[in-house]
């Protein structure tokens, strides 16, 4: 069975450019979740997508921008990036299926992102 | 708002000693609460979770957790620390208002052989 899986794993972008990041969520699971964690800190909750649907957000900008498709998979993407954007990435996956949210999630290993 | 404290940033601990890892969250409600591992360069692993009911739950690799209501704390807690449970540990609530899970700081732990 396999558990979220992210790509790529690293990668390094120079200021002002764009990147993406994928995610394929653990099977069964059709909830996905990107948190950014700054070096040193916990992870910081960005958005999350049910059914294509950002369902909620964090406190990011616009910048921030994310996709979930019909196979539950999702994209995040980051344009004119930033020296402060650089952290390691996670996506994570949940089961909602029309359930109570209980929060629990699944992460991935992450994509680090550092930008020069 | 909710919020996580971890007031510890960095233990270190004897490898077969015991380990107490703090946690205090601020919500108003009976939250949700879940204690999550990080080793070095990996994602997050699930250590334990308390929903409802017996306030001392058990999770993975010999971890437990008690809530505490009247102190707003939810502590991690082995009876004696291997070589191999040195990595960051993260304390996190969930409650519905927000539909979000919050993390605290996290608490670096080293073992001393």
């Known amino acids: 069975d396999a558990g979220v899986t992210q790509s790529p794993t690293h990668l390094i972008k120079t200021r002002g450019q764009q990147v993406t990041l994928r995610c394929s969520p653990k099977?069964?699971?059709?909830?996905v979740s990107w948190y950014q964690q700054a070096l040193g800190q916990g992870p910081q909750f960005i958005f999350q997508?049910?059914?294509?649907?950002?369902?909620q957000r964090g406190n990011f900008p616009d910048r921030f921008s994310g996709h979930q498709f019909p196979n539950y998979s999702s994209e995040l993407n980051v344009n004119a990036l930033l020296l402060g954007d650089s952290a390691l990435y996670l996506c994570?996956?949940?089961?909602?299926?029309?359930?109570?949210?209980?929060?629990?999630?699944?992460f991935g290993e992450g994509s680090r992102l550092t930008v020069l | 708002a909710q919020s996580v404290t971890q007031p510890d940033i960095h233990i270190t601990v004897s490898e077969g000693a015991s380990l107490e890892l703090r946690c205090n969250y601020s919500?108003?409600?009976?939250?949700?609460l879940f204690w999550y591992v990080q080793s070095p360069g990996q994602g997050l692993q699930l250590l334990l979770k308390?929903?409802?009911?017996?306030?001392l739950v058990q999770g993975i690799k010999g971890f437990e957790a008690e809530f505490k209501r009247s102190q707003s704390s939810f502590n991690l807690r082995k009876p004696s620390v291997h070589w191999s449970d040195a990595a960051e540990y993260f304390c996190?609530?969930?409650?519905?208002?927000?539909?979000?899970?919050?993390f605290g700081t996290g608490t670096l732990l080293a073992v001393q052989p």
């Open positions: 994570a996956s949940s089961s909602l299926g029309g359930r109570a949210d209980t929060g629990e999630l699944f």
């Open positions: 099977s069964g699971h059709d909830t």
């Open positions: 997508y049910y059914e294509e649907e950002e369902r």
């Open positions: 919500y108003g409600a009976t939250p949700y």
């Open positions: 308390y929903f409802s009911g017996d306030t």
């Open positions: 996190a609530v969930f409650g519905g208002a927000t539909n979000k899970l919050i």
